[in-house]
């Protein structure tokens, strides 16, 4: 029998690649439509499990949202209807959850033992969702990710080559520190998960999974901005202005340890430097889409 798997989003940038790489592997993959599975519907979920019945759920609705002002409800519902309704069905879960869970610790990397302290609405609401997971569903993966980026979508890059190409003053925060993580990176891993848990792996709880590259905001913004020097795409000149304050609204330190998913799973990581101008290219080119269509 071929193993369902069951993904919550394919709107998201998140959901895009996860989608992207499932369509590579032998899942039968299912994506409930809208008129399938409504969530604002507390019985359409359990509904809708005991029909497809999946082998598992990769969960990341609400994960880009999350970020956004007001943005977190549906992460929060979604998690709390998805450890009720897994739990009850017996389905294993992996839930996407985020770096933001820490900052009040004043670490400067954060392993999975590590208590949460979020500074933020965002890091609170993440924590919340974790935590409905945790308490309802023993057979869960909670993944947390450090800074996501992507040629989609609203992250640290785009919003950088939006600035950069357009000529705009740049501020970036030299005491953040990260290891930026392509999408299609923590799909990745996500999806080795998933092959795992297939093949039987009784691992459980949270892992962290980063690139092997950390860095300032500074030096990531630096690096961006010599690629675009060195490839020519620049038409005016930028400038980057630096703050040199701890911020008030993001953990000081967005790097995670990765111990339990390399120990766990085997899983390496890897860099983000050599996935960057193929993004930057992709970005330039859904641009370019954009615009002939207007």
Same mark, same amino acid.
């Given at each position: 029998?071929?193993?369902k798997?069951l993904?919550?989003?394919?709107?998201?940038?998140?959901g895009?690649?996860?989608?992207h790489?499932?369509?590579?592997?032998?899942?039968?993959?299912?994506?409930p439509?809208?008129?399938?599975?409504?969530?604002?519907?507390?019985?359409?979920?359990?509904a809708?499990?005991?029909?497809?019945?999946?082998?598992l759920v990769i969960?990341?609705?609400?994960?880009?949202e999350?970020f956004?002002?007001?943005?977190?409800?549906a992460?929060v519902?979604?998690?709390?209807?998805?450890?009720q309704a897994?739990?009850? /069905?017996?389905?294993?879960?992996i839930?996407l959850?985020?770096y933001?869970?820490?900052?009040g610790?004043?670490?400067?990397?954060h392993?999975?033992?590590?208590?949460?302290?979020?500074?933020?609405?965002?890091?609170?609401a993440?924590?919340?969702?974790?935590q409905v997971i945790?308490?309802s569903?023993?057979k869960?993966?909670?993944?947390?990710?450090?800074?996501?980026?992507?040629?989609?979508?609203?992250n640290l890059?785009?919003?950088l080559?939006?600035?950069?190409?357009?000529?705009?003053?740049?501020t970036?925060?030299?005491?953040?520190?990260?290891?930026?993580t392509?999408?299609?990176?923590?799909?990745?891993? /996500?999806i080795?998960?998933?092959?795992?848990?297939?093949?039987?792996?009784?691992?459980?709880?949270?892992?962290?999974y980063?690139s092997?590259?950390?860095?300032?905001?500074?030096e990531? /913004?630096e690096q961006?901005?010599?690629?675009?020097?060195?490839?020519q795409?620049?038409?005016?000149e930028?400038?980057?202005s630096l703050?040199?304050?701890?911020?008030?609204?993001?953990?000081?330190? /967005?790097?995670?340890?990765c111990?339990r998913?390399r120990?766990?799973?085997?899983i390496?990581?890897?860099?983000?430097?050599?996935s960057?101008?193929?993004?930057?290219?992709?970005?330039?080119?859904?641009?370019?889409?954009?615009?002939?269509?207007?």
């Open positions: 029998m071929s193993f798997l993904l919550t989003d394919v709107i998201s940038p998140l895009r690649a996860l989608e790489e499932l369509e590579r592997e032998p899942f039968k993959l299912l994506v439509a809208v008129t399938e599975l409504d969530w604002s519907d507390i019985r359409s979920l359990p809708y499990l005991d029909k497809h019945q999946p082998d969960n990341c609705r609400g994960w880009e999350a956004h002002r007001g943005g977190q409800v992460l519902s979604t998690a709390r209807q998805l450890a897994c739990s009850n /069905a017996r389905i294993p879960l839930h959850s985020s933001s869970v820490f900052g610790d004043g670490k400067g990397t392993s999975e033992k590590d208590t949460p302290v979020p500074l933020t609405d965002i890091g609170r993440f924590i919340e969702a974790e945790a308490e569903l023993p869960h993966i909670i993944l947390r990710l450090s800074w996501v980026i992507g040629a989609y979508g609203d890059l785009t919003r080559l939006s600035a950069f190409l357009a000529g705009a003053s740049v970036v925060n030299r005491r953040l520190r990260g290891a930026p392509a999408l299609s990176d923590a799909a990745r891993v /996500a080795a998960m998933a092959k795992q848990i297939q093949c039987g792996s009784e691992n459980w709880g949270v892992m962290h980063c092997s590259d950390a860095c300032t905001e500074e990531f /913004a961006l901005l010599q690629l675009l020097i060195q490839q795409l620049l038409t005016a930028p400038s980057i703050i040199d304050n701890d911020p008030t609204d993001e953990p000081l330190s /967005a790097i995670l340890g111990r998913a120990d766990y799973f085997g390496q990581a890897r860099s983000w430097r050599p960057l101008l193929p993004l930057v290219k992709q970005w330039l080119h859904n641009r370019e889409q954009i615009k002939a269509a207007q």
